[in-house]
């Protein structure tokens, strides 16, 4: 039987995931992720046509609140935990090419 | 005498520091006497607060004398699992891409443990992110359970039932997404509680399966289960999802505890249950006869759509973690690659050496199933399907009070036995997952040992927001057993 993944695809979901694998992980992750694959299309057994998708199961939405200001955490506890900082702001490496 | 003392239970230990009978101080000093004899074997903690903790329950004390109320929870050393922010401490969800994360608040449970004057020993292990069933795949240490070090606690809150079990605090709080409390508990013998879905305030507990996630109490006895859910029950507003009161209220869980349900009705799913082991599935059954003999009626019935909660919760429960653990990108807050030469780079890099193989496991498959193309074959049938199993429980909820099954297949098993299979290790969830997809309470509560004097814990699953009589059918149980009592050898 064919697998359900292959790695080519794997290595398209890593990309997707903002992951870099090794070598090793693609053909490992390959191997689990199909057999994982295969063991959950077991739901194909069960008709669900006319059965509702139900991704919460409480009956509540739309909860709001009063739109009124309220204290902040602040720019030093906000970062507090970067990895990086300057002043008052995250840094990170060059975003655009310089022309 | 130190011994009588770490074996009282929560109730107890607090009337008993309430009215000035025993020292807080005593108690703090004698849990931090036994985690520096017993933690070196059992590795339960991530970080303890000794010194916070003492100067704490100084003050339990100090108000005492003075002759203040103290909260329900004065002088009770108590542990929570790391998943749960906290001001004081790391808050790592045991992995490295978090080691040195220092939340910049408190979660709504963490606040209420401290205005009951609990005192906070320290942040428990567990699996990373609370992904796994083990324990084992914690990125910063391992855990045993204490019944026997060669095997593993359950997971994915074992750093809080071997602390429990242990007698390294008195209680404890772990999160549940598809056992992670329950599991642990029944393999530590201990009591595990998770919650209905919105019962208690998720603000502050790392998000893993978000529709999944529920906070819930680690206790040696039910009373205490019932004290704990008194302390973090209820709305909170910074949680949407905290199930507003006026719709579902809570109520003193302790109030009536000792009350037997009168015509008690426990459904058992026979045909589901055979997959257990066979020590399992008799300690099971004794444990119903224990019930009939109550007078409880014993019916069995079907609930057809068990059989896939496994498959429908894999993918539910990777999807939403996908999507929650995008938020680690090396840039607010946790590890950054020293190796990144681009901006791609600072998340891809970062995310591959902050992570763990089960975590980036979870994440994939997660990705895969929301993909374009893959989204309706796997992400919309796993809901459908989730559908299906509410649907069973509504159903067996019309007519009878409660469900009771295992907990696990098996008792703990051996360090190092299923973590090259992850398939094999996600089949173990088998009788804890259905509780989550469909929202319902559902406690472990201990029911016997196996030949190997391991624990097996009997599961009770109620109605939504059924939890006082819920802790009312397991006290029933209880309190006509000794199985809660028994202590592993090297307490």
Known sequence: MAK?????????????????????????????LSAILEYVEKMNELDTDDVQPLAHCLPISNCFRADCVKESLGTEKTLGNAPQRDGEFFKVPKIIDSV | MQDDLLNMDCRELRDGIAAGRIKSITVAEAVFERIEQYEPIVGAYITTFKEHALAKAEEIDAQITAGKQVGQL????????????????????????LENFHAPYNATVIEKLLSADAVIVGKTNMDEFAMG??????????????????????GSSGGSTAAVAGR?????????????????????????????????????????????????????????????MNVIAGHDPADSTSVDEKQAPVCDYLEKLDEPV????????????????????????????????????????????????????????????????????????????????????????????????????????????????????????????????????????????????????TTAFKIGEKTDDPLKMYLSDVYTIAANLAGVPAVSIPCGFDENNLPIGLQILAPAFGEDRLLRIARMYEARTDWHKKKPAIV
């Open chain 1, 4 to 32: 359900k993944i292959d790695q080519t695809q794997v290595r398209k979901v890593a990309l997707l995931s903002r992951l870099e694998l090794t070598e090793a992980e693609v053909a490992e992750f390959t191997g689990q």
């Open chain 2, 74 to 97: 004065a002088g009770v050393p108590i542990a929570v699992k790391d998943v749960l922010c906290t001001t004081f401490g790391a808050t790592t969800c045991a992995s490295k891409i």
């Open chain 2, 133 to 154: 069933s083990s324990t084992e795949n914690s990125g910063l240490k391992q855990t045993v359970n204490p019944w026997d070090t060669s095997r593993v606690p359950g």
């Open chain 2, 168 to 228: 390294l605090c008195f209680a404890a709080l772990g999160s549940d997404t598809g056992g992670s409390i329950r599991q642990p508990a029944s393999f530590c013998g201990v009591v595990g509680l998770k919650p209905t879905y919105g019962r208690v305030s998720r603000f502050g507990l790392v998000a893993y399966g978000s529709s999944l996630d529920q906070i819930g109490p680690i206790t040696r006895t039910v009373a205490d289960s019932a004290l704990m």
């Open chain 2, 262 to 409: 009168k015509q008690l009705k426990i459904a058992v799913v026979p045909q589901f249950n055979a997959g257990a082991e066979s020590q399992v599935q008799t300690a099971i059954a004794d444990a119903i006869d224990v019930y009939k003999n109550l007078g409880a009626e014993i019916i069995e019935i079907e609930m057809p759509h068990l059989d896939y909660a496994i498959a429908a919760y894999y993918i539910v429960a990777t999807a939403e973690a996908s999507s929650n653990l995008a938020r680690y990108d090396g840039v607010h807050y946790g590890h950054r690659s020293e190796n990144a030469e681009d901006y791609i780079e600072v998340y891809s890099k970062s995310r591959a050496e902050g992570f763990g193989k089960e975590v980036k496991r979870r994440i994939m498959l997660g990705t895969y199933a929301l993909s374009s193309g893959y989204y309706d074959a796997y992400y919309l049938k796993a809901l459908k399907v989730r559908s299906l199993i509410r649907s069973d429980f509504t159903k067996a909820f019309e007519n009878c009070d409660c469900i009771m099954m295992p907990v696990s297949p």
